[in-house]
């Protein structure tokens, strides 16, 4: 591979998706609707919450093609520098491509300049690659993404939410992406309180994806039988940091006997026919609780 | 029609080296040395932000002396290759060899086409999992390369600086010990260099994925020896 030489009437600066544009090797845009022509592999659904000491993200590990399950142990959430992270949902493929680019864009720039891009212009960087994708989501291939990161200006965590056409939005509190999203959004909201510490955090998101998981078939749950669990990780003033698998399993394990406990002695309502001839009926005095 | 004055082509590459020679020698020298735990990049530099030394790549770093727009020029393009490189392929892919073999070509190019030489001397490091494998490659103005062992001096003074580094050298030295004698080597027995006028970083052995490290000037006064 040969150094590209520019003169400085067209160097493209410390821009690295403009340098990959200049030697023609950005993607393509289909022109037609892709999804009609095969299914298009899907990540589902990322949350992130804000906490006393930065930000938590988190995201299931399923990815659908249709109604198939593409992929079990999937990643959706990135460290893209050393104090911010992002979390993908939309076509898994572009959702990739757009990571690993803005992952590469960040380092380049700190590399070439010589110091960070601050956490804003980070974000902004972002909504630029979601909205040049625009014609590709048009056809069907939509990434939406999340961003958080600390901000180590202003000493706090922050979060961005996105939509297809590169709105980006600052968000207080948490926001949540992908097809399960306002499921787990709900949870949340519930649960979100000023300055949570760390610990909570996790097991907020946690309890989300949960929940997310339990009403959403493109959502993944925990997967005991092969100890597949959420990557979850947490961006302080310390860096981005995955919170160890164990961790998880262990929280997850808190969360599934907290749920269990209020399951055992309900009587659930009768679905079958021939529960219904054998056991108590609604409406007929059953204890129903 | 007039014709240009005959010059024989020795003639011609003398005055262009000399030339090169000349503006590399009015900058300070630098050195990079292989120690226990990485490579140290030493280099004798007043400016706290015009850089002589950076990162590259996850475990390749490059150091210029010369002409400044000239190696800032140089190392910008280098980290755009590196970048493009493991964009394309894989970051394992990305090595200090063919960033070296590259580098050369332009220089040599430089050198032999165009009006002027580029002032410069360039250095591509790469750290491995143990110091015998480590590369240090030294890119002169013509783009010869020399793959060094051990150390490498770049600069109008390489010579000097290189006799004292090689009688105080030796194998898996700590971080402190190895800068103590880059700094003595440096500065020679007539002048002290203080730590506001140096600037340091090294590529760890044992590092995540990105090894470059700068060590600024206030960590680096606790590493020197007292000025008494």
Same mark, same amino acid.
């Given at each position: 591979?040969?150094?590209?030489?520019?003169?400085?009437?067209?160097?493209?600066?410390?821009?690295?998706?403009?340098?990959?544009?200049?030697?023609?090797?950005?993607?393509?845009?289909?022109?037609?609707?892709?999804?009609?022509?095969?299914?298009?592999?899907?990540?589902?659904?990322?949350?992130?919450?804000?906490?006393?000491?930065?930000?938590?993200?988190?995201?299931?590990?399923?990815?659908?093609?249709?109604?198939?399950?593409?992929?079990?142990?999937?990643?959706?959430?990135?460290?893209?520098?050393?104090?911010?992270?992002?979390?993908?949902?939309?076509?898994?493929?572009?959702?990739?491509?757009?990571?690993?680019?803005?992952?590469?864009?960040?380092?380049?720039?700190?590399?070439?300049?010589?110091?960070?891009?601050?956490?804003?212009?980070?974000?902004?960087?972002?909504?630029?690659?979601?909205?040049?994708?625009?014609?590709?989501?048009?056809?069907?291939?939509?990434?939406?993404?999340?961003?958080?990161?600390?901000?180590?200006?202003?000493?706090?965590?922050?979060?961005?939410?996105?939509?297809?056409?590169?709105?980006?939005?600052?968000?207080?509190?948490?926001?949540?992406?992908?097809?399960?999203?306002?499921?787990?959004?709900?949870?949340?909201?519930?649960?979100?309180?000023?300055?949570?510490?760390?610990?909570?955090?996790?097991?907020?998101?946690?309890?989300?994806?949960?929940?997310?998981?339990?009403?959403?078939?493109?959502?993944?749950?925990?997967?005991?039988?092969?100890?597949?669990?959420?990557?979850?990780?947490?961006?302080?003033?310390?860096?981005?940091?995955?919170?160890?698998?164990?961790?998880?399993?262990?929280?997850?394990?808190?969360?599934?006997?907290?749920?269990?406990?209020?399951?055992?002695?309900?009587?659930?309502?009768?679905?079958?026919?021939?529960?219904?001839?054998?056991?108590?009926?609604?409406?007929?005095?059953?204890?129903?609780? | 029609?007039?014709?240009?004055?005959?010059?024989?082509?020795?003639?011609?590459?003398?005055?262009?080296?000399?030339?090169?020679?000349?503006?590399?020698?009015?900058?300070?020298?630098?050195?990079?040395?292989?120690?226990?735990?990485?490579?140290?990049?030493?280099?004798?530099?007043?400016?706290?932000?015009?850089?002589?030394?950076?990162?590259?790549?996850?475990?390749?770093? #490059?150091?210029?002396? &010369?002409?400044?727009? +000239?190696?800032?020029?140089? =190392?910008?393009?280098?980290?755009?290759? %590196? *970048? !493009?490189?493991?964009?394309?392929?894989?970051?394992?892919?990305?090595?200090?060899?063919?960033?070296?073999?590259?580098?050369?070509?332009?220089?040599?190019?430089?050198?032999?086409?165009?009006?002027?030489?580029?002032?410069?001397?360039?250095?591509?490091?790469?750290?491995?999992?143990?110091?015998?494998?480590?590369?240090?490659?030294?890119?002169?103005?013509?783009?010869?390369?020399?793959?060094?062992?051990? #150390?490498?001096?770049? &600069?109008?003074?390489? +010579?000097?600086?290189?006799? =004292?580094?090689?009688?105080?050298?030796? %194998? *898996? !030295?700590?971080?402190?010990?190895?800068?103590?004698?880059?700094?003595?080597?440096?500065?020679?027995?007539?002048?002290?260099?203080?730590?506001?006028?140096?600037?340091?970083?090294?590529?760890?052995?044992?590092?995540?994925?990105?090894?470059?490290?700068?060590?600024?000037?206030?960590?680096?006064?606790?590493?020197?020896?007292?000025?008494?």
């Amino acid at each position: 591979m040969q150094i590209p030489l520019f003169t400085p009437n067209d160097d493209p600066g410390p821009d690295f998706a403009a340098l990959v544009r200049r030697l023609g090797l950005d993607p393509q845009v289909p022109d037609s609707p892709v999804t009609d022509r095969f299914p298009v592999t899907h990540a589902t659904t990322v949350v992130a919450v804000r906490h006393a000491d930065g930000v938590v993200m988190a995201g299931d590990r399923r990815a659908t093609a249709g109604n198939i399950i593409a992929h079990r142990a999937i990643e959706k959430v990135f460290p893209a520098d050393r104090h911010s992270g992002v979390a993908i949902a939309g076509a898994a493929g572009p959702a990739m491509e757009m990571v690993r680019l803005f992952q590469l864009q960040l380092e380049h720039y700190e590399k070439v300049e010589g110091t960070p891009l601050s956490l804003e212009g980070k974000a902004n960087q972002l909504a630029q690659m979601v909205r040049s994708n625009l014609p590709a989501a048009m056809q069907g291939l939509m990434v939406v993404p999340i961003f958080a990161g600390y901000d180590t200006r202003r000493g706090l965590g922050r979060l961005f939410q996105y939509d297809a056409t590169g709105g980006r939005y600052e968000e207080s509190h948490f926001t949540t992406s992908g097809s399960g999203g306002s499921l787990a959004a709900s949870v949340l909201k519930q649960g979100y309180r000023e300055a949570l510490g760390r610990d909570e955090a996790i097991d907020l998101t946690i309890s989300a994806l949960f929940h997310a998981a339990d009403d959403d078939s493109a959502t993944g749950g925990p997967d005991l039988i092969r100890g597949i669990y959420p990557v979850v990780a947490t961006i302080t003033a310390e860096g981005f940091e995955r919170v160890p698998e164990s961790e998880v399993a262990e929280r997850f394990g808190a969360l599934v006997s907290v749920l269990t406990g209020r399951e055992l002695g309900g009587v659930r309502i009768p679905e079958t026919s021939s529960e219904t001839s054998a056991g108590p009926r609604a409406g007929d005095g059953g204890p129903i609780r | 029609m007039s014709m240009p004055f005959y010059v024989a082509p020795e003639q011609v590459m003398k005055d262009r080296a000399d030339y090169a020679r000349k503006g590399i020698a009015r900058g300070r020298s630098l050195v990079a040395l292989i120690y226990r735990d990485g490579i140290l990049l030493c280099a004798e530099n007043p400016s706290a932000t015009l850089r002589k030394i950076s990162e590259i790549y996850d475990r390749i770093a #490059f150091a210029g002396v &010369g002409k400044y727009n +000239e190696f800032d020029q140089m =190392r910008i393009a280098g980290v755009r290759a %590196a *970048d !493009l490189k493991g964009y394309t392929f894989s970051r394992e892919d990305v090595d200090a060899r063919s960033l070296a073999n590259n580098y050369a070509q332009i220089l040599g190019q430089v050198f032999t086409h165009e009006m002027k030489p580029m002032e410069v001397e360039i250095l591509v490091a790469e750290v491995t999992g143990t110091a015998s494998t480590d590369q240090l490659f030294h890119i002169l103005y013509d783009g010869t390369v020399m793959d060094e062992e051990r #150390f490498s001096v770049l &600069g109008g003074e390489a +010579e000097a600086i290189s006799t =004292r580094l090689e009688s105080a050298y030796r %194998a *898996d !030295l700590p971080l402190i010990e190895a800068l103590s004698i880059a700094v003595a080597a440096l500065a020679g027995d007539e002048r002290r260099i203080e730590p506001a006028d140096l600037e340091v970083a090294v590529l760890e052995r044992t590092a995540g994925r990105r090894a470059f490290r700068r060590i600024d000037r206030a960590a680096l006064a606790g590493l020197l020896p007292d000025a008494s």
